[in-house]
């Protein structure tokens, strides 16, 4: 079974940058992507990954659009979240997982907490 461990996050001020990781062995074949969760909010998705056999594409929820950069190095398992420009609304647990048309996810893991303040 799939185990995620995200990590990268922290206090960044408003304008800063973070790099996000998810080692994910065994998911090279699956689309993969970062979830956000917020307090009081529903967990969204906000930028995902086809896998490397499909093509790999990318996308992204508008409100990341242009400062989120999502990646993944199959050799290293891993599954990365570039963000620039940080914002307060930003402010999140971060969490990486499965992307699929039926909805089917893996456990999700602890997430890493993302805030962004001055």
């Known amino acids: 079974q799939v185990q995620f461990v995200e990590s990268g996050g922290g206090l960044v001020q408003p304008g800063g940058s973070l790099r996000l990781s998810c080692p994910a062995p065994?998911?090279?074949?699956?689309?993969m992507g970062w979830y956000r969760q917020a307090p009081g909010k529903q967990r969204e998705l906000v930028a995902g990954i086809q896998s490397t056999l499909t093509g790999g594409s990318t996308n992204y929820a508008n409100s990341v659009k242009g400062r989120f950069t999502i990646s993944r190095d199959n050799a290293k398992n891993t599954v990365y979240l570039q963000m620039n420009s940080l914002k307060p609304e930003d402010t999140a647990v971060y969490y990486c997982?499965?992307?699929?048309?039926?909805?089917?996810?893996?456990?999700w893991g602890q997430g890493t907490q993302v805030t962004v303040s001055s």
């Open positions: 065994g998911t090279n074949m699956y689309a």
């Open positions: 997982n499965r992307v699929s048309s039926g909805g089917y996810v893996f456990p």
